[in-house]
């Protein structure tokens, strides 16, 4: 991964998974507002997890 995370310029502060699955819960609340939705699609067992 570090490779695609180089390759695409990011720095390297922001390799890594988490980094990733963060960035992709943040776009799908933006783009729903609805943190059920993020919880459902994270994982998550909380919404309060999501909400962080």
Known sequence: MNGYFQAVGLPPDMWGAHTLRRTAGTRLYRATRDLHVVSD????A???TSAI
């Open 46 to 48: 909380s919404v309060t």
């Open 41 to 44: 699609v994270l994982g998550h």
